[in-house]
């Protein structure tokens, strides 16, 4: 069983940056992040495979969010730039044992199977 945990959350203006930080309690294949608005379903934000080599990203967010990993310390991160007032949801960390054909099943909630409690991020005006 993997347990996983996010941090980092708060507020924060529009244009400026938060850190996601996801601790996890043993070895997964690859991770994602995911983000849900009030009344919305969770959308796919960022994922990264076990190497870190590869990550992918909708266009939504391409350019602005960074996912890394630290297989070390069994950590993943999710820096956000220049973040905007539609960035605003919970965000959540889920993992997945393994993940076939990374590309194009990586953005699909279903893939995973794991997931943490969730951190608010709300970006202002």
């Known amino acids: 069983q993997v347990q996983l945990r996010e941090s980092g959350g708060g507020l924060v203006q529009a244009g400026g940056s938060l850190r996601l930080t996801c601790t996890t309690s043993?070895?997964?294949?690859?991770m994602g992040w995911f983000r849900q608005a009030p009344g919305k379903e969770r959308v796919f934000v960022a994922a990264i495979t076990w190497t870190g080599v590869t990550a992918n990203y909708p266009d939504s967010v391409k350019g602005r969010f960074t996912i890394s990993r630290d297989n070390a310390d069994n950590t993943v991160y999710l820096q956000m730039n220049s973040l905007k007032p539609e960035d605003t949801g919970v965000y959540y960390c889920?993992?997945?044992?393994?993940?076939?054909?990374?590309?194009?099943?990586?953005?699909?909630?279903?893939?995973?199977?794991?997931w943490g409690q969730g951190t608010q991020v709300t970006v202002s005006l």
């Open positions: 043993g070895r997964t294949y690859a």
């Open positions: 889920a993992a997945a044992e393994v993940l076939l054909r990374f590309s194009a099943t990586a953005s699909a909630v279903e893939s995973y199977d794991y």
